[in-house]
Nanobody, 125 residues
Framework: QVPLTESGGGLVQPGGSLRVSCAASIRTWNFQGAAWFRQAPGKEREFVAGITGSSGTPYYADFAEGRFTISRDNAENTGDLQMDSLTPDDTAVYFC??????????????????WGQGTQVTVSS
């Protein structure tokens, strides 16, 4: 069973908004830190935003601060990334990830234990 499944990607115009979602089949979702990463063609996977599993504290990459909002719903075993003021530079495959460390604020992809298969976000006019 795939532990994490992303949805909500698509095509959006520059300046527009998009919300991507993550559905978790991990039983211990409530206690796990979660994050969104992205990977553009020819580039390394990079951290976008994370949220702790303990207090739900969000943290962001510099480029995401003020434009993106990460959230989670532990009752529904889901997580969301709301993206506003999108630019073509935001075009990438977006991945949901989870770690078994509920208090950590990890930014490296190596620190995450579970991954989804990704959803494509394309920002273009």
């Amino acid at each position: 069973q795939v532990p994490l499944t992303e949805s909500g990607g698509g095509l959006v115009q520059p300046g527009g908004s998009l919300r991507v979602s993550c559905a978790a089949s991990i039983r211990t979702w409530n206690f796990q830190g979660a994050a969104w990463f992205r990977q553009a063609p020819g580039k390394e996977r990079e951290f976008v935003a994370g949220i702790t599993g303990s207090s739900g504290t969000p943290y962001y990459a510099d480029f995401a601060e003020g434009r993106f909002t990460i959230s989670r719903d532990n009752a529904e075993n889901t997580g969301d990334l709301q993206m506003d003021s999108l630019t073509p530079d935001d075009t990438a495959v977006y991945f949901c990830a989870a770690t078994n460390h509920p208090y950590a604020m990890f930014r490296r992809h190596d620190d995450y234990d579970y991954w989804g298969q990704g959803t494509q976000v394309t920002v273009s006019s």
